[in-house]
């Protein structure tokens, strides 16, 4: 039981002489509770941590002193009385012999900044980075990076990680999107503000929800390790389905440094077809990872072949060796972000058919060759030729690593990158995840029903009630299609992360306008700060302005056109920042459920739809593509519209 009397200072130094004599106390805090802190303001704070079993701890803060009784387990912990946004404090804990203290504590807002790549990728990343970074002053502005780390079931402390403030030494290795978040709303609120930055790249949503929240019993380890393993039988039988037979071990392609598989006069009878640019997950082969063989050709003339070529490929996931006609012209390892592009000498080529061969080695994730189809090319004479379409495909060596992809399996993360912070008061929540659930639309489809259930877990677990829970709507990427009745992963994603504003206190950022078609990793980092910050004021602060985009209401047919009309208008709608101008990114359709593109404009305050193929429209949908390049619905304050649909085909 706490116990709250008022002691000088003095008086507090001195009570370490009555409390018990422990000379083995073990006296720890948790690695959170470490110099530079942000505690929440206005909210009771615990300290807590480890001690003896039955040793007495006595918590010293402003002047009062907090007692607690180590339990049989030595945890520990008091409760400090909600405090008023300022700082620095020191906070001092004595038992048995030992002594800690805690300085330079500020009061402020805490914010958990959580999810996959783009929320990790650092701002010395980002675009202005480095120049953010070396101007980055404000003291009052502090990140905590909790490391990658796992665990199979709950654990009480974090693995690392250290307080650290916002100035040019320290800031670049901060989350981009969470300085920028910070820094805004440092502008407007004026109070310190914490961020505790606990995400990691390729994770799926999955582990970073509890066994409870996911469902499973007690024993939750062994039914992950079950479903791993039964995963794991089903990826291998879908490729020996697709391969004909026995999985390769060894890579036949590439014997002793010999590429057989790169000769020009190989007989290609035993390969199969693959579209390129795509991952091989998509073609066919979901979950493998290891590695596989790409060809195809190109024609020159004597002229072109003399004076040698640029070849473009694309971005390999993760390494390649290329070659043409048998000659190694370029590889690189683990660079799944970066285009190839390499040049290939006149000694290499020859007038008529030249055979390009690439072996990619994929260790985990997507594999093959991904991006712009406008990065597979061949230029000869300053000209460029398209290298995207069909190639050859043949598996040179299968693994499934299931094993090494601990930021994919369930309750993983949760059990070491956000358990340890339960208890400890915030803010709220800032997310940016979905990438990873969208290679599949299955998948895509039931991250409706695990993010809602992820953000009302987290809220109970918390015991914070409804704090704001704002995330970031994925960003375009992909190559645009031409088909607006393609389907698409990524407006499946979108819509599931829409369907979450139905919770209480919530709040998205969409960045369709600032997305990279052929980077999963938009460098723009700034806007997605600021529209969260915007969407902070209004949830968080009670701030009057306009935070959303215009979000669809509802439609109704008048003749051959359809009238839709949107919430959060703000200042009116507008369309690439004109009344004036022409809106693009809708579809519509007829009950014959064929998309065609349409023409669109605002009227009155709404959206006219229409296209003379479809006479008798009946649904509309915008921006629904993995990259809805283009698609420029906005209201006056500049803040885009997500993508919607008005069918539920």
């Known amino acids: 039981m706490m116990v709250r009397t008022l002691v000088s200072n003095a008086l507090l130094a001195a009570s370490a002489l009555v409390l018990p004599d422990a000379a083995a106390a073990q006296l720890r805090l948790p690695r959170l509770l470490a110099d530079g802190v942000v505690m929440q303001r206005d909210a009771r704070v615990p300290v807590w941590g480890w001690a003896a079993p039955g040793v007495r701890v006595r918590v010293g803060f402003g002047g009062h002193a907090y007692d607690a009784v180590a339990d049989a387990a030595g945890a520990w912990r008091v409760t400090l009385p909600p405090t008023h946004a300022g700082g620095p404090h020191r906070i001092t804990i004595i038992a048995g012999g030992e002594t800690r203290t805690v300085d330079d504590v500020l009061f402020g807002d805490v914010w958990v900044a959580s999810g996959q790549s783009n929320m990790e990728w650092t701002l010395a990343d980002a675009a202005h980075g480095p120049a953010d970074a070396a101007a980055a002053n404000d003291p009052m502005i502090r990140h905590f990076k909790v490391p990658q780390s796992f665990a199979t079931r709950p654990e009480a402390d974090l693995a690392g990680g250290r307080w650290e403030k916002a100035d040019a030494a320290h800031a670049g290795a901060f989350t981009a999107v969470g300085y920028h978040f910070a820094r805004e709303l440092r502008r407007s609120e004026g109070v310190p503000i914490g961020i505790i930055n606990t995400s990691w790249g390729g994770s799926r949503i999955e582990p970073w929800m509890s066994a409870g929240a996911l469902g499973l019993g007690a024993d939750a380890e062994g039914e992950i390790a079950r479903r791993e393993e039964a995963e794991r039988r089903a990826i291998l039988d879908s490729i020996r389905a697709r391969v004909g037979g026995a999985l390769p071990a060894r890579d036949e392609g590439l014997v002793d440094g010999r590429a057989a598989w790169a000769d020009p006069a190989l007989d290609e009878a035993g390969w199969t077809e693959i579209a390129v640019p795509a991952a091989w997950e998509s073609a066919g082969y979901p979950g493998m990872d290891g590695i596989a063989w790409y060809r195809t050709s190109f024609q020159l003339t004597e002229a072109e072949a003399r004076a040698g070529i640029q070849i473009g490929l694309g971005k390999i996931d993760d390494g390649d060796i290329s070659y043409v006609n048998g000659h190694e012209v370029g590889r690189m390892e683990n660079a799944w972000t970066q285009a190839r592009v390499y040049a290939v000498p006149s000694t290499m080529l020859r007038a008529g058919r030249n055979v390009v061969a690439v072996r990619v080695e994929d260790t985990q994730g997507g594999g093959g060759i991904q991006g712009d189809p406008a990065l597979l090319y061949v230029q000869a004479n300053g000209a460029r030729r398209p290298l995207a379409g069909t190639w050859k495909f043949r598996v040179g060596a299968v693994s499934v690593k299931l094993d090494g992809r601990n930021n994919q399996v369930p309750t993983r993360l949760w059990n070491k990158m956000v358990s340890p912070l339960l208890g400890f008061p915030i803010k709220g929540v800032i997310w940016y995840q979905g990438e990873s659930n969208g290679d599949r639309m299955e998948d895509a489809v039931a991250y409706r029903a695990l993010f809602q259930r992820m953000i009302t877990s987290w809220r109970a677990a ?55 078609a052929d980077d999963i990793h938009p460098r723009n980092k700034r806007d997605v700060g600021r529209r969260l910050a915007l969407a902070a004021r209004h949830v968080a602060y009670g701030r009057p302005g306009e935070f959303s985009g215009p979000v669809y209401r509802g439609q109704r047919v008048e003749g051959g056109r359809v009238i839709v009309g949107f919430t959060h208008a703000g200042g009116g709608l507008v369309a690439g920042g004109s009344a004036a101008g022409e809106l693009r990114g809708f579809a519509v359709a007829g009950e014959d459920r064929r998309w ?54």
């Not at 369907?499 to 997305?515: E, N, R, S, W």
């Not at 709404?606 to 209201?635: E, F, I, K, T």
């Open 462 to 516: 918390w015991g914070g009630g409804d704090f704001p829970f704002l995330w970031v709507q994925l960003a375009s990427f992909n190559h645009p299609e031409a088909d607006p009745g393609t389907p698409s992963n990524w407006a499946a994603v979108r819509e599931s992360q829409s369907a979450a504003l139905a919770l209480p206190a919530t709040a998205q950022a969409v960045t369709i306008d600032i997305g990279e």
């Open 596 to 649: 065609v593109w349409a023409s669109a404009r605002v009227e009155n305050g709404h959206v006219a739809v229409w296209s003379d193929r479809v006479p008798h429209p009946v649904a509309v949908r915008y921006a629904w593509a993995d990259n809805p390049a283009g698609a420029n619905l906005q209201n006056r304050e500049g803040l885009p519209a997500p993508p919607f649909r008005t069918d539920d085909w």
